[in-house]
C-alpha cells in the first residue's frame, strides 16, 4: 500500500529536505522513524519520495511525502510524532494509488517569505510584484543546475505582498519553481523598496535572452513552504490530536522567541556619545 503523509517542520537546524550524505536532513529524519517503527522494513521497496526540495534553513507546514508500505497501521501522525524529533511533524495522512506522485502531480504551491517592515516602500514592491505575474522566463531568478539542466519557464499565478506590525509577508502561488527562484525574487522586491532598482530593472530581467544578470538568494530562514494542491486531492485524515500538540508547542514557542528577541535586542550596544570639544 502506498500512504502519503502531510509533514511541517522547522528547517533551522537541517541540511535541506532532501536525503543527503552524512547531513541531518528532513527525509533523512523521517526515514530513520519509519524503520524504527516498523512501518517499513527496506528503504528501497518503500521507494520514499517527497514533493519537492526545500533548501538549508526553509521551513514548511504542508510538504507531502509518500511512500510504499506493508504496516499502515504505524503510518499514523501521533504515533510518528512520538519518536519524531521536535523540529518535525506529520499531521494528515491519505492512502493513494500505487502511482500518485507528490511531486509531478502537484498543480500548484504556495510560499511565504517573510521580512523586516522597516527598510522597504512597500507600495514600490507592489507594483513591481505585478510584472512577476503570468508566464515567464525565470532563468535570471534561477540557481543553474548543470547536472539537471530544464526549461526556465514557470508560471506564476499570484504575489501578494502585505504589511502586518513589524514584518512584510509575500505570498506566491506558482505551478512549479526553479532552484532558487522564490529567494531571488524576493531580493529582487526588496531591491525595489530599498530605491536601489526600479520596475523597468524587474522587466529586463524577465526577458533573459536580452539582458542576464547574476542575483543573490534572500536568506533562507525567511521562507516557508505553506501549501501544495493536487487535482483530484487526496483523501486526507487529519489527526486532530497532532494538530492540536503541534500547535501547543509552537504556540509557546513563538511566545519564548518574543522574549528572547527583546532580550536580544538589549544586547546592540549603542555607542557613548562623544565628548563636546568645542
Same mark, same amino acid.
Request: proline letters at 5%; glycine letters at 4%; hydrophobic letters at 35%.
Given at each position: 500500500?502506498?500512504?502519503?503523509?502531510?509533514?511541517?517542520?522547522?528547517?533551522?537546524?537541517?541540511?535541506?529536505?532532501?536525503?543527503?550524505?552524512?547531513?541531518?536532513?528532513?527525509?533523512?529524519?523521517?526515514?530513520?522513524?519509519?524503520?524504527?517503527?516498523?512501518?517499513?522494513?527496506?528503504?528501497?521497496?518503500?521507494?520514499?519520495?517527497?514533493?519537492?526540495?526545500?533548501?538549508? @534553513?526553509? *521551513?514548511?507546514? %504542508?510538504?507531502?511525502?509518500?511512500?510504499?508500505?506493508? !504496516? #499502515? +497501521?504505524?503510518? /499514523?501522525?501521533?504515533?510518528?510524532?512520538?519518536?519524531?524529533?521536535?523540529?518535525?511533524?506529520?499531521?494528515?495522512?491519505?492512502?493513494?494509488?500505487?502511482?500518485?506522485?507528490?511531486?509531478?502531480?502537484?498543480?500548484?504551491?504556495?510560499?511565504?517569505?517573510?521580512?523586516?517592515?522597516?527598510?522597504?516602500?512597500?507600495?514600490?514592491?507592489?507594483?513591481?510584484?505585478?510584472?512577476?505575474? @503570468?508566464? *515567464?522566463?525565470? %532563468?535570471?531568478?534561477?540557481?543553474?543546475?548543470?547536472? !539537471? #539542466? +530544464?526549461?526556465? /519557464?514557470?508560471?506564476?499565478?499570484?504575489?501578494?505582498?502585505?504589511?502586518?506590525?513589524?514584518?512584510?509577508?509575500?505570498?506566491?502561488?506558482?505551478?512549479?519553481?526553479?532552484?532558487?527562484?522564490?529567494?531571488?525574487?524576493?531580493?529582487?522586491?526588496?531591491?525595489?523598496?530599498?530605491?536601489?532598482?526600479?520596475?523597468?530593472?524587474?522587466?529586463?530581467?524577465?526577458?533573459?535572452?536580452?539582458?542576464?544578470?547574476?542575483?543573490?538568494?534572500?536568506?533562507?530562514?525567511?521562507?516557508?513552504?505553506?501549501?501544495?494542491?493536487?487535482?483530484?486531492?487526496?483523501?486526507?485524515?487529519?489527526?486532530?490530536?497532532?494538530?492540536?500538540?503541534?500547535?501547543?508547542?509552537?504556540?509557546?514557542?513563538?511566545?519564548?522567541?518574543?522574549?528572547?528577541?527583546?532580550?536580544?535586542?538589549?544586547?546592540?550596544?549603542?555607542?557613548?556619545?562623544?565628548?563636546?570639544?568645542?
Amino acid at each position: 500500500m502506498k500512504v502519503a503523509l502531510k509533514i511541517g517542520y522547522e528547517g533551522t537546524h537541517f541540511s535541506g529536505s532532501q536525503i543527503q550524505p552524512d547531513k541531518r536532513t528532513v527525509e533523512g529524519e523521517l526515514l530513520k522513524v519509519l524503520q524504527e517503527t516498523g512501518v517499513i522494513s527496506d528503504v528501497e521497496t518503500a521507494d520514499l519520495s517527497s514533493s519537492g526540495r526545500t533548501d538549508a @534553513g526553509v *521551513h514548511s507546514i %504542508s510538504q507531502v511525502v509518500t511512500f510504499f508500505t506493508d !504496516n #499502515p +497501521r504505524m503510518a /499514523i501522525p501521533r504515533i510518528l510524532n512520538s519518536k519524531l524529533p521536535r523540529d518535525i511533524w506529520a499531521w494528515a495522512y491519505a492512502e493513494v494509488p500505487d502511482d500518485f506522485d507528490p511531486r509531478r502531480h502537484a498543480v500548484r504551491r504556495k510560499y511565504r517569505y517573510i521580512l523586516n517592515a522597516d527598510e522597504y516602500d512597500i507600495s514600490k514592491m507592489r507594483d513591481a510584484a505585478k510584472l512577476f505575474i @503570468g508566464e *515567464h522566463n525565470f %532563468s535570471n531568478f534561477a540557481k543553474k543546475d548543470k547536472n !539537471n #539542466p +530544464r526549461s526556465t /519557464i514557470r508560471k506564476v499565478e499570484k504575489l501578494d505582498i502585505r504589511s502586518q506590525g513589524s514584518v512584510i509577508k509575500i505570498d506566491i502561488v506558482a505551478n512549479a519553481y526553479l532552484w532558487n527562484m522564490i529567494r531571488k525574487i524576493v531580493s529582487a522586491l526588496t531591491l525595489v523598496g530599498n530605491g536601489n532598482r526600479d520596475t523597468e530593472w524587474i522587466a529586463r530581467m524577465l526577458d533573459p535572452e536580452i539582458y542576464e544578470e547574476g542575483i543573490e538568494p534572500a536568506p533562507s530562514y525567511g521562507l516557508i513552504f505553506l501549501d501544495i494542491e493536487y487535482d483530484p486531492e487526496p483523501e486526507w485524515m487529519i489527526d486532530s490530536y497532532a494538530v492540536k500538540h503541534t500547535n501547543d508547542f509552537y504556540a509557546r514557542e513563538a511566545n519564548r522567541f518574543r522574549v528572547i528577541s527583546t532580550i536580544l535586542e538589549q544586547f546592540v550596544m549603542q555607542p557613548e556619545k562623544e565628548p563636546d570639544l568645542d
